[in-house]
């Protein structure tokens, strides 16, 4: 399973990014897909999940702004995605895309059977 995130960036508060995380080597229906975020020197945490079934789940802080999907290219080739809209300073962060193959119920891609992106930075001025 290999997973390389795009589309960070720097923005103005109030501005919108897409994230994107190409994955391959698995199949999107038996596997959890999330995003993460840390910022330096705290704690990575979630900020949204999508399950097999394209049931979702976002933190608090996002929910309204952000949205998460997933698109299905060929073979084993997924794609997902993070719309980021009205962008608020406290988003800035590195942002992780990560997969397991489990339910989003009770997965835990920190573990040893996780897969993680090296990461985009998403920086939002005030």
């Known amino acids: 399973v290999q997973l390389v995130e795009s589309g960070g960036g720097s923005v103005q508060s109030g501005g919108s990014l897409r994230l994107s995380c190409a994955g391959s080597?698995?199949?999107?229906?038996?596997?959890?897909m999330g995003w993460f975020r840390q910022i330096a020197g705290e704690k990575r945490e979630e900020v949204a999940e999508?399950?097999?079934?394209?049931?979702?789940?976002?933190?608090d802080s996002v929910k309204g702004r952000f949205t998460i999907s997933k698109e299905k290219a060929f073979g084993t080739k997924n794609t997902l995605y993070l719309q980021m809209n009205s962008l608020r300073a406290e988003d800035t962060a590195v942002y992780y895309c990560?997969?397991?193959?489990?339910?989003?119920?009770?997965?835990?891609?920190?573990?040893?059977?996780?897969?993680w992106g090296q990461g985009t930075q998403v920086t939002v001025s005030s």
């Open positions: 990560a997969t397991e193959a489990s339910r989003c119920g009770i997965w835990d891609p920190e573990g040893p059977f996780g897969y």
């Open positions: 999508i399950d097999g079934d394209g049931s979702t789940k976002y933190a």
């Open positions: 080597g698995y199949t999107h229906k038996d596997y959890c």
